[in-house]
């Protein structure tokens, strides 16, 4: 029960840990050289696992999308299991000096407890850089991200009929 | 068809002016245009732009402007005036590149009794 209490402590990277199914995960920042391994991860990605119309679904629109994700002055964390990039954590400027996350697991690395290490290894690098205030947004059924985003520290700032806005303070 | 179209100032609502002006040129059909600001931009300045805008591109549509609360009066418009559709711009896209709707567009949408267009 305590961890409802004590939110998770930040990491930062590089890490490597075991999931819940023995499989070694890497945790490193995105290098300019492996953009290609991002690209293959989201073309190989469950279109109903989308969230809020991301990832786009066509090759060219995730190019555009990554190279708008990936641009200078954001943070981005992979996942990396035996090549291949299957977890992918974001922090992009909001253009106001804080940053909105989006984190994104390949299908068959979900539920094994990758989505809550690349989420602590990029809050991690945010504290690292200084980062103040990270925000999100999150649609109001996917209980799954919204656990795993409180039990990281972060409150509700605003819910609609659809979404929930969440924040932390990074300090 | 008779659309009621709202514009708020941003790219998105002209991209929608722009669609159902086209359409309705093309078929003849009847639009009306609500104004509302929901950011910097005055709602006189917006309305200025739509003005210009539909001389432009050559049609005729009578202008509402709504001062508060633009879910709820688009609503009213529309059970008033007997509009068939709604369309509004509704794909405002966050930092990460997630589609935004803003609270006018949720009202909208849950409450509408017509069909409701976004534009993306």
């Given amino acids: 029960m305590s961890d409802r209490t004590d939110p998770l402590s930040f990491l930062s990277p590089p890490r490597t840990v075991t999931d819940a199914e023995g499989r070694d995960i890497e945790l490193r920042e995105l290098a300019p050289e492996n953009k290609e391994h991002l690209v293959e991860m989201y073309l190989a990605f469950s279109p109903e696992d989308r969230a809020q119309g991301i990832p786009p679904i066509d090759e060219k629109d995730t190019r555009k999308w990554l190279e708008l994700v990936i641009g200078e002055g954001n943070f981005n964390i992979v996942a990396w299991h035996e090549g291949r990039v299957v977890g992918h954590a974001m922090l992009v400027g909001d253009g106001d000096e804080d940053y909105e996350l989006a984190i994104f697991v390949l299908q068959a690395y979900q539920g094994a407890g990758i989505g809550t290490e690349v989420l602590r290894t990029v809050l991690g690098l945010g504290q690292q850089a200084n980062i103040d205030r990270v925000w999100l947004s999150v649609e109001r059924w996917n209980s799954p991200a919204i656990n795993l985003y409180e039990k990281t520290g972060f409150e509700r700032t605003k819910n609609t009929n659809f979404e929930l806005e969440m924040e932390l303070e990074l300090d | ?120």
């Fill in chain 2, 1 to 120: 068809m008779h659309s009621l179209v709202g514009i708020d100032g941003s790219d998105l609502s002209f991209k929608a002016l722009n669609e159902v002006a086209g359409r309705a040129r093309g078929a003849g059909d009847r639009f009306t245009i609500a104004v509302y600001s929901s950011g910097d931009r005055s709602l006189g300045d917006i309305e200025a732009d739509v003005r210009d805008r539909i001389e432009t591109i050559g049609v005729d549509a009578s202008i509402e402007r709504i001062e508060t609360d633009p879910g709820g009066e688009l609503i009213e418009l529309t059970e008033r005036d007997g509009h068939d559709r709604i369309v509004l711009p509704g794909g405002e896209k966050s930092p990460v590149g997630k589609i935004q709707l803003d609270d006018t567009v949720e009202f909208v949408v849950l409450n509408a009794r017509t069909s409701v267009t976004l534009v993306r």
